[in-house]
């Protein structure tokens, strides 16, 4: 496995290379021959990394400890699911999984335009596989995923615990990748556009779809990884500003805004400069936070420079920003659109007014992620950046931001009747109103919480009531005879729904959790926000890779109806202390959360960690419904529903007044 992973690490490279130089070459002459040989390229590059990746877990599955990375991320007590995903579970063994979904991105783009493609493509595909070059000599240099040991021993050390403690590693990791790596293409098409000169339409077209379905596994990633800290961690959070989940939030970000911006580009020939700009910042971000989370950053800046992988992400990342930044600035005088906002009232200047708020809470972020490392670069103090920094700065943003997607959607292009914009916003406002008198009647003195209640509201009428329009149209035309409307201009009203499902979510969990920390003997019992629990014993479970020690919970609430819960302490080999996971008892408006944090006298007595967190399951809920709107405006076909409504002066009669404002 050693030789045919390192042999093929070092022919994907060869390939990659070779690629990228065939399809460079090939744009620049403009021979289809050579375009062609670089596209099949791009298979054979992803058959060889496929290759290697099955070596690798060849290795991990067979309990081979010869290969350094097998020893130490591995043992024979793992059981095999989790062998599989050590695959993972560091460094040099997660750039093979990057290396694999990179050339599946590459694939997948040679694969679409295999019969006829626009001028662009031949410099995507080189910039792709230059990309995949960079990744690849990571792998064939800095980090040695198939490096041997001289002698072998007869175990391995294991996963780390936290790797091991829940099937959720399986699956976010995975779709942060396809969402990190994604953001590849269309980065490589933007550079292309520069490269050639290509009208700005044609290049927003392109990768419209490509960036959609890369913000719905980003989505999907971001969501997964805040269910595992929940569901796992104990703490009974589900996002505490962590540097590596901030830097993952950056690109999302930094995209959000892109899809919003690039209905000026395709609606009014505007932003095309603005455009090129998030898309190459929301590559570069991605890029930033490798460099963290791989770089030894995050542990000390002072580690930086103990590899060469550190280093190495740093100088492509200036590469990335020279380069493309660059570009920008030598086709800066095409770029220049003469378009202007018509009206304050538009819905022109409500996409502007999202993207500034996006970027500047991805501003926030960055700096509070960034702070602590030039703090301790330039002074050697060690600082941190957190929850009350980032809960106080991007509150406000928040806020507008709920704002604008409450009201967007109703105001038509170019500006329109004052009046009319009012009128259709009667009832959202009314819902709003109704629902920050009440919240303010049962939460005095939360002045965010209060607003952001009434704004979530607003945000979830208007959006479900141009939805539910926007079905009916479609239902009207199907029996009728006529096409059936897709849903690319209501799938982003759909997503706007989710947010809003999310964002109280967060602002009830953040509000107005309740915690307690108790010790309770056999048999004894406490009440806590309403509800009794009573602790009856505990259950030890020898498995081959651990101990589980399992307490046992009785949950009584006010109306007699019972549960369980069975929070664990996991006490594996290779951890210092035992590995704690909670019990959840999930319901509508509110979980019940239970942690065990220590067992005295054989477990004779514990001590438990209890919360009562209202809103989470909206969390969950809201970013399924967001992805499902990613899915939905993703769709090919026309623009989607007319409007049903009279057409206001700027929305001729071909075109909806109902647009969603993503």
């Given at each position: 496995?050693?030789?045919?992973?390192?042999?093929?690490?070092?022919?994907?490279?060869?390939?990659s290379?070779?690629?990228?130089?065939?399809?460079?070459?090939?744009?620049?002459?403009?021979?289809?021959?050579?375009?062609?040989?670089?596209?099949l390229t791009?298979?054979?590059v992803?058959?060889?990394?496929?290759?290697?990746?099955?070596?690798?877990?060849?290795?991990?599955?067979?309990?081979?400890?010869?290969?350094?990375?097998?020893?130490?991320?591995?043992?024979?007590?793992?059981?095999?699911?989790?062998?599989?995903?050590?695959?993972?579970?560091?460094?040099?063994?997660?750039?093979?999984?990057?290396?694999?979904?990179?050339?599946?991105?590459?694939?997948?783009?040679?694969?679409?335009?295999?019969?006829?493609?626009?001028?662009?493509?031949?410099?995507?595909?080189?910039?792709?596989l230059?990309?995949?070059?960079?990744?690849?000599?990571?792998?064939?240099?800095?980090?040695?995923?198939?490096?041997?040991?001289?002698?072998?021993?007869?175990?391995?050390?294991?996963?780390?615990?936290?790797?091991?403690?829940?099937?959720?590693?399986?699956?976010?990791?995975?779709?942060?990748?396809?969402?990190?790596?994604?953001?590849?293409?269309?980065?490589?098409?933007?550079?292309?556009?520069?490269l050639?000169?290509?009208?700005?339409?044609?290049?927003?077209?392109?990768?419209?779809?490509?960036?959609?379905?890369?913000?719905?596994?980003?989505?999907?990633?971001?969501?997964?990884?805040?269910?595992?800290?929940?569901?796992?961690?104990?703490?009974?959070?589900?996002?505490?500003?962590?540097?590596a989940e901030?830097?993952?939030?950056?690109?999302?970000?930094?995209?959000?805004?892109?899809?919003?911006?690039?209905?000026?580009?395709?609606?009014?020939?505007?932003?095309?400069?603005?455009?090129?700009?998030?898309?190459?910042?929301?590559?570069?971000?991605?890029?930033?936070?490798?460099?963290?989370?791989?770089?030894?950053?995050?542990?000390?800046?002072?580690?930086?420079?103990?590899?060469?992988?550190?280093?190495?992400?740093?100088?492509?990342?200036?590469?990335?920003?020279?380069?493309?930044?660059?570009?920008?600035?030598?086709?800066l005088?095409?770029?220049?659109?003469?378009?202007?906002?018509?009206?304050?009232?538009?819905?022109?200047?409500?996409?502007?007014g999202?993207?500034?708020?996006?970027?500047?809470?991805?501003?926030?972020?960055?700096?509070?992620?960034?702070?602590?490392?030039?703090?301790?670069?330039?002074?050697?103090?060690?600082?941190?950046?957190?929850?009350?920094?980032?809960?106080?700065?991007?509150?406000?943003?928040?806020?507008?931001?709920?704002?604008?997607?409450?009201?967007?959607?109703?105001?038509?292009?170019?500006?329109?009747?004052?009046?009319?914009?009012?009128?259709?916003?009667?009832?959202?406002?009314?819902?709003a109103?109704?629902v920050?008198?009440?919240?303010?009647?049962?939460?005095?003195?939360?002045?965010?919480?209060?607003?952001?209640?009434?704004?979530?509201?607003?945000?979830?009428?208007?959006?479900?009531?141009?939805?539910?329009?926007?079905?009916?149209?479609?239902?009207?035309?199907?029996?009728?005879?006529?096409?059936?409307?897709?849903?690319?201009?209501?799938?982003?009203?759909?997503?706007?729904?989710?947010?809003?499902?999310?964002?109280?979510?967060?602002?009830?969990?953040?509000?107005?959790?309740?915690?307690?920390?108790?010790?309770?003997?056999?048999?004894?019992?406490?009440?806590?926000?309403?509800?009794?629990?009573?602790?009856e014993?505990?259950?030890?479970?020898?498995?081959?890779?651990?101990?589980?020690?399992?307490?046992?919970?009785?949950?009584?609430?006010p109306?007699?109806?019972?549960?369980?819960?069975?929070?664990?302490?996991?006490?594996?080999?290779?951890?210092?202390?035992?590995?704690?996971?909670?019990?959840?008892?999930?319901?509508?408006?509110?979980?019940?959360?239970?942690?065990?944090?220590?067992?005295?006298?054989?477990?004779?007595?514990?001590t438990?960690?209890?919360?009562?967190?209202?809103?989470?399951?909206?969390?969950?809920?809201?970013?399924?419904?967001?992805?499902?709107?990613?899915?939905?405006?993703?769709?090919?076909?026309?623009?989607?529903?007319?409007?049903?409504?009279?057409a206001?002066?700027?929305?001729?009669?071909?075109?909806?007044?109902?647009v969603g404002?993503?």
């Amino acid at each position: 496995m050693a030789a045919l992973g390192t042999g093929g690490l070092a022919l994907a490279l060869v390939l990659s290379v070779c690629g990228m130089l065939v399809a460079l070459v090939g744009a620049r002459a403009r021979r289809a021959g050579l375009v062609e040989a670089a596209r099949l390229t791009s298979y054979a590059v992803l058959a060889v990394v496929v290759l290697v990746d099955v070596a690798m877990l060849v290795a991990l599955l067979g309990d081979d400890f010869s290969l350094r990375y097998v020893a130490e991320n591995s043992s024979r007590g793992t059981p095999v699911f989790f062998k599989v995903l050590s695959l993972w579970a560091a460094d040099d063994g997660s750039l093979l999984l990057w290396n694999l979904v990179l050339a599946g991105y590459v694939s997948a783009v040679a694969w679409r335009f295999r019969h006829g493609h626009p001028a662009t493509y031949p410099y995507a595909q080189g910039v792709l596989l230059g990309v995949q070059t960079f990744y690849l000599l990571l792998v064939n240099g800095p980090a040695r995923p198939f490096a041997t040991l001289a002698t072998v021993p007869a175990d391995g050390r294991g996963p780390a615990p936290l790797l091991q403690n829940h099937p959720l590693m399986a699956v976010h990791p995975p779709f942060l990748y396809l969402g990190f790596i994604g953001f590849t293409v269309p980065f490589s098409f933007g550079v292309a556009a520069l490269l050639t000169g290509a009208g700005p339409q044609e290049w927003v077209s392109t990768i419209r779809r490509w960036t959609l379905a890369v913000w719905c596994f980003l989505t999907v990633g971001l969501a997964l990884g805040a269910l595992w800290s929940y569901s796992v961690l104990g703490w009974g959070g589900y996002w505490a500003w962590d540097p590596a989940e901030n830097v993952a939030l950056l690109p999302w970000l930094v995209s959000t805004a892109f899809l919003h911006s690039v209905m000026l580009q395709q609606r009014r020939a505007m932003a095309a400069l603005w455009n090129l700009v998030l898309v190459i910042g929301a590559f570069a971000l991605t890029t930033f936070g490798t460099f963290l989370t791989r770089g030894s950053v995050l542990s000390s800046i002072h580690a930086f420079t103990e590899s060469a992988v550190g280093p190495a992400y740093l100088s492509f990342l200036v590469v990335v920003l020279l380069g493309g930044y660059g570009l920008v600035a030598w086709r800066l005088p095409t770029l220049r659109s003469p378009a202007r906002l018509d009206a304050v009232l538009s819905r022109e200047a409500a996409v502007v007014g999202n993207n500034v708020l996006l970027v500047s809470a991805a501003a926030v972020v960055l700096l509070g992620t960034v702070f602590p490392l030039v703090a301790e670069a330039v002074g050697g103090e060690r600082l941190s950046v957190g929850r009350p920094y980032f809960e106080r700065a991007l509150a406000p943003v928040l806020l507008l931001l709920l704002l604008l997607l409450g009201t967007a959607p109703l105001m038509a292009w170019r500006g329109g009747s004052r009046v009319r914009t009012l009128a259709r916003l009667r009832l959202p406002l009314t819902a709003a109103a109704l629902v920050t008198v009440a919240a303010a009647a049962l939460a005095p003195g939360h002045v965010e919480a209060v607003a952001g209640f009434g704004l979530a509201a607003l945000v979830l009428v208007t959006n479900g009531r141009e939805v539910v329009a926007g079905l009916r149209f479609s239902r009207r035309r199907r029996r009728s005879g006529g096409r059936r409307a897709p849903g690319r201009r209501y799938g982003g009203l759909v997503v706007h729904v989710g947010l809003g499902l999310l964002a109280a979510g967060i602002i009830a969990s953040s509000g107005f959790a309740q915690q307690r920390e108790v010790t309770l003997d056999r048999g004894g019992s406490v009440t806590f926000a309403g509800q009794r629990l009573r602790y009856e014993g505990l259950r030890t479970v020898r498995q081959p890779q651990r101990t589980v020690l399992t307490t046992r919970l009785t949950v009584t609430g006010p109306s007699g109806a019972r549960s369980v819960l069975a929070p664990r302490l996991s006490v594996y080999p290779a951890a210092a202390e035992p590995i704690g996971s909670p019990s959840i008892d999930r319901g509508p408006g509110w979980d019940v959360y239970a942690s065990v944090i220590a067992l005295q006298r054989e477990g004779g007595s514990a001590t438990f960690r209890l919360y009562r967190n209202p809103g989470v399951g909206w969390i969950w809920s809201g970013a399924l419904v967001m992805v499902l709107g990613g899915l939905l405006a993703a769709r090919p076909g026309g623009s989607g529903p007319r409007s049903t409504r009279p057409a206001t002066r700027s929305a001729p009669s071909r075109v909806p007044a109902t647009v969603g404002a993503s």
